[in-house]
């Protein structure tokens, strides 16, 4: 039997599955917020206002993909492969999309299936 402090300590896999979405989601929206902001920066205004705004979001964002990218992961007892393209999907602007539509499809992140068994 589990301890009570064990289980108090386990993550929800499906509140997990739910917040990689969110995040990934987040994360691209800052890189394209960031691009955005550059794009003024150097082509429009000369201003660095959206890279002011943008920057510091998408570090914080940045980093919460590939703490969250680690925890998924470890939960869902993904493959090294795996979880080395979920790490490099969080480099080129919005392949977090990609990364976690392709892993709900393929099942990489059903929560009510592993907190089912």
Do not use: N, Q
């Not at 929800?12 to 394209?32: G, H, Q």
């Not at 691009?35 to 205004?45: C, E, H, N, P, Q």
């Not at 940045?62 to 080395?84: E, G, H, P, Q």
């Amino acid at each position: 039997m589990t301890s009570p402090s064990t289980t108090s300590r386990a993550i929800d896999p499906v509140l997990l599955a739910r917040a990689f979405r969110t995040v990934a989601i987040a994360e691209a929206c800052s890189w394209a917020g960031l691009l955005i902001g550059m794009v003024f920066k150097y082509l429009v205004v000369f201003d660095d206002i959206g890279v002011k705004i943008f920057g510091p979001i998408h570090g914080v964002l940045f980093i919460a993909y590939v703490v969250i990218t680690l925890l998924t992961a470890r939960t869902f007892r993904w493959r090294a492969s795996t979880t080395i393209v979920g790490l490099l999907a969080s480099i080129p602007p919005l392949t977090t999309l990609w990364f976690e539509h392709s892993a709900r499809r393929r099942g990489l992140i059903d929560g009510e299936r592993l907190r089912h068994g």
